[in-house]
């Protein structure tokens, strides 16, 4: 029998494992793509699921997943393109290595995704249902800090390839929306540090060190990631769901920083890391 199924990219750990499983609970088939290893067991054991194996910057494996999805008959009404690195540092320093590799994971496999798996979700359109593709941006999409400046930057992109897309899209019956975290107690933290050698000894030492607690806070005060994955639900499934959500906490002073003039913003972001106050 053909079952709705959503695809979920990046389902090893963090909010795309949590996502996968709440989807599941919920009834939907789920694709979930993972890069290497069977897949984790708490999905691996579930009928209802089905494991990719895809690195997004591999478009020849990405076809060859989505070819699973066709194969196996099963209706596309969703994707979450929740695949995704963080690399940080300060610009001068990050290697070409790293900030390649932040656009080629975050940007370009989303949109090499997209593009592999847009004729099931037209299909499904077609078909009488009202498919949607949500991508995990990030608040660091709508605000840039210090040192997360490139990731920033990607997740900057992924706010326009939704808009973009959205309004390429809606003519043809399928929804994009942004997903947006704040803070989220995931493994993408410890990635992140242990990745870069962009922080040894180099002139901004003495900012990255006053950096490193307020890290640690937003890390140890960040949300759970179910209350990520139940707002990619309320966007795969709500009958008007909103084009941009933003989960985090206190994100409404997100919001109104976002509207303030850029100097009150830079002087937000320094203040607490410069040792002086000739910025
Ligand atoms: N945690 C937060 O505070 C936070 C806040 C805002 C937005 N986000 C966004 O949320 C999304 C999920 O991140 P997370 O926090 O749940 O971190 P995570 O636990 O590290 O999950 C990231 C997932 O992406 C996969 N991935 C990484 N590179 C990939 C590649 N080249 N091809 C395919 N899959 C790849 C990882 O697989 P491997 O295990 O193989 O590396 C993992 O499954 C990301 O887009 C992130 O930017 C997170």
Same mark, same amino acid.
């Given at each position: 029998?053909?079952?709705?199924?959503?695809?979920?990219?990046?389902?090893?750990?963090?909010?795309?494992?949590?996502?996968?499983?709440?989807?599941?609970? %919920?009834?939907?088939?789920?694709?979930?793509?993972?890069?290497?290893?069977?897949?984790?067991?708490?999905?691996?054991?579930?009928?209802?699921?089905?494991?990719?194996?895809?690195?997004?910057?591999?478009?020849?494996?990405?076809?060859?997943?989505?070819?699973?999805?066709?194969?196996?008959?099963?209706?596309?009404?969703?994707?979450?393109?929740?695949?995704?690195?963080?690399?940080?540092?300060?610009?001068?320093?990050?290697?070409?290595?790293?900030?390649?590799?932040? @656009?080629?994971?975050?940007? @370009?496999?989303?949109?090499?995704?997209?593009?592999?798996?847009?004729?099931?979700?037209?299909?499904?359109?077609?078909?009488?249902?009202?498919?949607?593709?949500?991508?995990?941006?990030?608040?660091?999409?709508?605000?840039?800090?210090?040192?997360?400046?490139?990731?920033?930057?990607?997740?900057?992109?992924?706010?326009?390839?939704?808009?973009?897309?959205?309004?390429?899209?809606?003519?043809?019956?399928?929804?994009?929306?942004?997903?947006?975290?704040?803070?989220?107690?995931?493994?993408?933290?410890?990635?992140?540090?242990?990745?870069?050698?962009?922080?040894?000894?180099?002139?901004?030492?003495?900012?990255?060190?006053?950096?490193?607690?307020?890290?640690?806070?937003?890390?140890?005060?960040?949300?759970?990631?179910?209350?990520?994955?139940?707002?990619?639900?309320?966007?795969?499934?709500?009958?008007?769901?909103?084009?941009?959500?933003?989960?985090?906490?206190?994100?409404?002073?997100?919001?109104?920083?976002?509207?303030?003039?850029?100097?009150?913003?830079? %002087?937000?972001?320094?203040?607490?890391?410069?040792?002086?106050?000739?910025?």
């Amino acid at each position: 029998m053909t079952k709705d199924s959503i695809l979920v990219t990046g389902v090893s750990s963090g909010i795309g494992l949590t996502t996968a499983s709440y989807l599941l609970k %919920r009834g939907f088939h789920v694709y979930g793509s993972v890069r290497r290893g069977a897949g984790p067991a708490e999905l691996t054991k579930e009928p209802g699921f089905t494991v990719l194996h895809f690195d997004v910057r591999d478009r020849a494996a990405i076809r060859a997943g989505i070819q699973r999805i066709r194969d196996d008959g099963n209706r596309l009404v969703g994707l979450v393109n929740n695949a995704g690195v963080a690399i940080s540092g300060p610009v001068e320093t990050v290697s070409e290595e790293e900030y390649r590799r932040q @656009f080629e994971v975050n940007v @370009f496999g989303l949109i090499a995704v997209c593009q592999e798996t847009l004729p099931l979700l037209h299909a499904s359109r077609e078909a009488g249902f009202h498919p949607r593709i949500v991508n995990i941006g990030s608040v660091s999409g709508y605000l840039t800090s210090p040192f997360t400046t490139i990731y920033s930057a990607s997740k900057f992109a992924v706010e326009a390839l939704t808009d973009g897309l959205r309004r390429e899209l809606l003519a043809y019956g399928i929804d994009v929306i942004s997903v947006a975290p704040g803070p989220v107690k995931t493994p993408i933290w410890s990635k992140g540090r242990d990745q870069t050698e962009a922080f040894r000894d180099n002139r901004y030492s003495h900012m990255l060190e006053k950096l490193g607690p307020y890290t640690e806070a937003a890390e140890a005060d960040g949300v759970e990631t179910e209350v990520v994955a139940a707002a990619i639900y309320e966007a795969l499934t709500a009958q008007k769901p909103q084009p941009a959500v933003l989960v985090m906490k206190k994100g409404w002073m997100a919001k109104l920083l976002k509207l303030t003039p850029k100097r009150f913003q830079d %002087r937000f972001f320094v203040k607490r890391l410069a040792e002086n106050r000739r910025y």
